[in-house]
Nanobody, 122 residues
Framework: VQLQASGGGLVQAGGSLRLSCAAC????????MGWFRQAPGKEREFVAS????????EYSDAVKGRFTISRDNAQKMVYLQMNSLKPEDTAVYYC????????????????WGQGTLVTVSS
């Protein structure tokens, strides 16, 4: 599976962005999906994940209530709607696909996109 993340950009604090991740190859609907992020000088951290059907989701405490992960299996897309953005959300955001439901365990995900940069100004 190849993943291509997009939708990043510069936004003011309090604003919104929607990230997209397009998949090609493989059976997209059989993979769980996750979003992770890495801020400058920091380790990669979990943001959100959902099962192959989208029926179960998880969020980090840092984004819970502000971000929403969703997917469209017919279009082979996964999304991350980000609202009420804060400067501390500034990072490169990565989408990942997993053969199992790996939740926050990034080392278990099988495929990774190239990342898209989100910058939130104060």
């Amino acid at each position: 599976v190849q993943l291509q993340a997009s939708g990043g950009g510069l936004v003011q604090a309090g604003g919104s962005l929607r990230l997209s991740c397009a998949a090609c190859g493989g059976t997209f609907s059989s993979y769980s999906m996750g979003w992770f992020r890495q801020a400058p000088g920091k380790e990669r951290e979990f943001v959100a994940s959902l099962t192959w059907s989208g029926s179960s989701t998880e969020y980090s405490d840092a984004v819970k209530g502000r971000f929403t992960i969703s997917r469209d299996n017919a279009q082979k897309m996964v999304y991350l709607q980000m609202n009420s953005l804060k400067p501390e959300d500034t990072a490169v955001y990565y989408c990942a696909a997993g053969a199992g439901y790996y939740r926050a365990v990034d080392s278990l995900y099988n495929y990774w996109g190239q990342g898209t940069l989100v910058t939130v100004s104060s």
